[in-house]
């Protein structure tokens, strides 16, 4: 039986998608099931938009040349190959009410639940994680 890894995202900034999937598409990659749970300012990870222009946390410019000569991925090419590697992505319903936003708003593959949704999958995580 694979190793499960549960991981909710409520954070929204660029660094904060970096964490999120690096730490998934690494759990993915040893035949590790995950699953993520997007809650507030984490939906901005899987927005149809937003993800796209996640900027550079202010004082950290010159990091952006560092990212580049590292060969690191973009977050869309992250979250490409996170959905490409069957990572499950949860965004939260109430999250999605209370700002609201609809499914079509999102990354397609995205499954809109509740945090009971979430809870399923992660009763039995070996890992549990927040960023």
Do not use: R, W
Not at 3 to 11: F, G, P
Not at 77 to 102: H, R
């Amino acid at each position: 039986m694979n190793k499960k890894v549960a991981i909710i995202a409520s954070n929204g900034g660029l660094f904060d998608a970096y964490k999120v999937f690096n730490i998934a598409t690494a759990a993915a990659a040893t035949d590790q099931e995950v699953s993520v749970f997007f809650t507030f300012e984490g939906l901005n990870l899987i927005h149809k938009e937003a993800y796209k222009h996640l900027i550079m946390p202010e004082g950290k410019e010159q990091l952006a040349e560092g990212f580049i000569k590292a060969n690191v991925p973009s977050i869309p090419e992250l979250v490409s190959m996170a959905k490409e590697m069957g990572i499950n992505f949860i965004g939260c319903q109430m999250t999605m009410d209370v700002m609201g936003l609809e499914k079509e708003n999102f990354v397609d593959g995205m499954e809109a639940g509740g945090a009971v949704t979430f809870l399923e999958f992660a009763k039995d995580a070996d890992v549990t994680l927040t960023f």
